[in-house]
């Protein structure tokens, strides 16, 4: 055993008596459309004029990879859900720049639960009473997503939020002013399929994203005033620059003409 | 006149008639008014649905003149075509993401009676719609497509097309919402509405 790992288990031991509960990330919800073939679309903010498509994007499943710290992404963890609105730009590609219009519930249209980091904390996976060696990670948008609706990319600056009882409930890799900053593009198609009932659709399935590009800063808020932000640190091995850290994921994509919901 | 003979007499001319009815039916004429009539068609709702790929727009707007006598009637089938130019297509989408429709050619609106009662087609040239989406290289090229007969609906000046075919298209481009290159056949709904100074009449 590594001198390292001492000190960060001496120090896990020396604030175990300081258990914080962190509160998870509620998911918002909203009545789910009749005949959907899931529970979107029904965030889109369909009130607001602007808003041209409806999109939701639902995760099933992929890997976040942290130089090396390899952490699964269950299906229904992470779900981004609103409207886009195209703004004619003439200096923009298309013509159009294309806004992400957050839905109305008060959130920035990012829907995640916490993600449970395989080992926990000593990355050993040794169960613990009262869950102190669990840690959770949940993403968290720091500013509005951009969605290319064409494309079905997604750019989400955000921080992950580190949770465990020892570790407070500020616990965090990136931040407001210092996002990791994820580039999900399409790495490989899925399939276009239509949604019985909604012609104007476009729902394709099993769309696969990625991104090699992000960094992750290192953490901070983690413990009694950042006291273990130096335990996280080593056990998720940040900070990881551009190019040392990947995410891959599986979702469905479902596009829906925002006026088809309106007359709906 | 013996009583024989007047009956072979009503029998035969019972059967002319009978074969002029057929006849009648198989060169059936059409004659439209009012002739030299500016007419307007348009849309609301026109919709294609070219297999995953479905296109509705939410303008349509063609306008034409309906043939001067006597090129407003015709004594054999085919009817009378209306040349509605070059539609616009605004307010489009596919699948849900903005598209862009550009029309060339002449469209036609081909009226007929028949088969005894008013008729409407949309005819549209090779090459006649070109749809487009922007943030995508996917493309869908409408090739020559006659959408009807249907009928015609006189007192509202309508015709109602529902999953109505066939349209021709190719269908060309790559990406995520893009499915893979095809050629192949379509329908169309939507309802095509006529407005004119005197309404448009369709009589064999």
């Known amino acids: 055993m590594s001198m390292r790992t001492i000190r960060f288990r001496a120090?896990?031991?020396?604030?175990?008596a300081a258990v914080l509960t962190l509160g998870a990330v509620s998911t918002a919800t909203a009545a789910p459309l009749p005949n959907a073939p899931f529970g979107g679309w029904g965030k889109c903010p369909i009130a607001n004029p602007e808003t041209s498509t409806c999109v939701d994007?639902?995760?099933?499943?992929?890997?976040?990879?942290?130089?090396?710290?390899?952490?699964?992404?269950?299906?229904?963890?992470?779900?981004?859900?609103?409207?886009?609105?195209y703004r004619e730009n003439p200096d923009a590609e298309f013509g159009f720049d294309q806004i992400f219009i957050p839905p109305t519930d008060g959130t920035k249209g990012v829907y995640s639960s916490p993600i449970e980091v395989p080992g926990g904390i000593f990355g050993l996976g040794i169960p613990f009473p009262g869950g102190l060696t669990t840690?959770?990670?949940?993403?968290?948008?720091?500013?509005?997503?951009?969605?290319?609706?064409?494309?079905?990319?997604?750019?989400?600056?955000?921080?992950?939020?580190?949770?465990n009882p020892l570790l407070g409930g500020n616990c965090y890799l990136g931040s407001a002013s210092n996002p990791i900053m994820f580039k999900l593009g399409v790495s490989e198609n899925g399939v276009l399929e239509e949604v019985p009932g909604f012609p104007d659709t476009a729902a394709v399935r099993n769309v696969t994203h990625a991104d090699q590009t992000f960094a992750v800063p290192g953490a901070s808020g983690c413990g009694l005033f950042g006291a273990l932000n130096w335990a996280v640190n080593l056990r998720a091995n940040v900070p990881s620059s551009s190019g040392h850290n990947s995410l891959t994921t599986t979702s469905d994509v479902f596009n829906i003409g925002a006026d088809s919901l309106r007359t709906q | 006149m013996s009583h024989a003979v007047r009956r072979t007499t009503f029998v035969t001319a019972a059967a002319v008639a009978a074969i002029a009815v057929a006849a009648g039916t198989a060169s059936a004429s059409t004659v439209v008014t009012p002739a030299g009539q500016a007419v307007t068609a348009s849309s609301s709702n026109l919709s294609i649905k070219t297999g995953t790929i479905t296109l509705t727009c939410s303008s349509t707007t063609g306008s034409g003149t309906i043939p001067a006598a006597p090129g407003n009637s015709t004594t054999g089938t085919g009817g009378i075509n209306v040349n509605i130019g070059t539609p616009s297509l605004t307010g489009c989408k596919a699948n849900g993401l903005p598209a862009v429709v550009t029309t060339?050619?002449?469209?036609?609106?081909?009226?007929?009676?028949?088969?005894g009662s008013a008729q409407g087609s949309l005819v549209i040239p090779a090459g006649g719609a070109v749809v487009t989406m922007p943030g995508s290289t996917c493309t869908v090229t409408v090739g020559a497509s006659t959408i009807g007969p249907l009928p015609f609906d006189i007192p509202n000046q309508r015709v109602v097309a529902s999953n109505t075919g066939t349209?021709?298209?190719?269908?060309?481009?790559?990406?995520?919402?893009?499915?893979?290159?095809?050629?192949g056949t379509a329908t169309m709904s939507g309802t095509l509405q006529f407005a004119s100074a005197t309404p448009i009449n369709v009589t064999p």
């Open chain 1, 11 to 16: 120090a896990l031991a020396v604030v175990a």
């Open chain 2, 104 to 115: 060339s050619g002449s469209w036609l609106l081909n009226v007929s009676a028949d088969t």
């Open chain 1, 57 to 85: 994007v639902v995760v099933k499943g992929g890997e976040m990879n942290i130089n090396g710290l390899k952490v699964p992404i269950p299906s229904g963890s992470l779900n981004i859900a609103g409207g886009v609105a």
């Open chain 2, 167 to 183: 349209v021709n298209y190719t269908r060309t481009g790559t990406g995520p919402v893009c499915p893979a290159a095809a050629t």
């Open chain 1, 135 to 163: 840690i959770k990670a949940t993403v968290e948008p720091v500013a509005l997503p951009t969605v290319d609706a064409f494309q079905l990319g997604v750019t989400l600056p955000a921080r992950l939020k580190i949770s």
